[in-house]
């Protein structure tokens, strides 16, 4: 085509140069490059994804505080409640479900006895417990400031189905006054490649 550079142009040794093309079919390359190409529908890639700088959700992680009610003094709170995880099989590669440590405890507290009571120094306590579709996977007890924990790494194999995790603190105990710290769950796609473990 006319111009300099030509618009449009195909050589005898079937080199294809063109400023701009509208494809309406496929098209199949075995190499090349592409520059600040934007791909508005679903993309899918079967060999190796190799990448400088990523942005999108091959990692997902949520957070939450537990709900507390009023502890048993009057400035004190008491951790009490539950806190609901759904995570979705919307992918079709194994995933791993990570939770970072949890951690509980309650407090000492001066009993000043009456009647038969003879006082002295009691503690709060907590149960935390933690179940997997409906299924209890985990318990766990504190009694006064020894910290309670709980943290897991929970396999997520694609295709069978979605996985609810409750995560429940309560009180053990008339006396209530603790901590608890957040929720945290974190989601990332199950890969073994540039690590190893002994």
């Known amino acids: ?78 951790p009490n409640g539950t806190v609901t995880v759904t995570i979705s099989d919307d992918h079709n590669f194994d995933r791993q479900i990570i939770i970072p440590p949890i951690i509980f405890n309650g407090i000492a507290y001066d009993d000043p006895g009456s009647g038969n009571n003879p006082g002295g120094t009691r503690y709060t306590g907590y149960g935390f417990e933690v179940r997997k579709n409906g299924v209890l996977i985990a318990s766990r007890e504190t009694k006064g400031a020894i910290p309670g924990s709980y943290s897991a790494v929970i396999d997520m ?24 710290t957040d929720c945290t769950v974190i989601v990332t796609k199950k890969a073994a490649s540039g690590i190893s473990i002994r």
């Open 1 to 78: 085509s006319g111009g300099n550079p030509p618009a449009f142009s195909l050589t005898s040794d079937g080199r294809l140069t063109a400023k701009n093309a509208d494809i309406s079919g496929s098209v199949n390359a075995n190499s090349g490059t592409l520059n600040n190409v934007t791909i508005n529908q679903n993309c899918t890639i079967k060999g190796m994804l190799e990448a400088t700088q990523v942005r999108g959700d091959f990692v997902k992680a949520v957070s939450k505080a537990f709900p507390k009610k009023v502890g048993t003094w009057g400035n004190t709170e008491t």
């Open 157 to 180: 194999p694609s295709g069978r189905g979605s996985v609810t995790l409750e995560f429940k603190i309560f009180q053990k105990g008339n006396q209530g006054a603790g901590n608890i």
